[in-house]
């Protein structure tokens, strides 16, 4: 329903501009998969993701977002 394979190029883009470094395109696949097997049904490590609840400090920790002195 998201469209999901349609991200694909953009990941496989993210990842090689390191923009997700701790995440690889084998994992998105996996979490595609997941999605495709399971509509509607969040991952099993679902609860280790909380919302984000200040967009600018969790921003700003991003490497390339990050400020250089």
């Not at 997941?34 to 600018?56: E, F, I, L, S, W």
Request: a negative charge; aromatic letters at 12%; one cysteine or more.
């Amino acid at each position: 329903m998201l469209g999901l394979f349609n991200l694909k190029l953009l990941v496989r883009k993210a990842i090689a501009q390191e923009h997700l470094s701790k995440y690889s395109l084998e994992e998105f696949e996996e979490d595609l998969a997941y999605a495709k097997a399971h509509p509607g049904q969040p991952r099993n490590d679902y609860n280790n993701y909380a919302p984000v609840t200040d967009a600018v400090s969790e921003i700003a920790a991003w490497p390339c977002y990050a400020a250089t002195s």
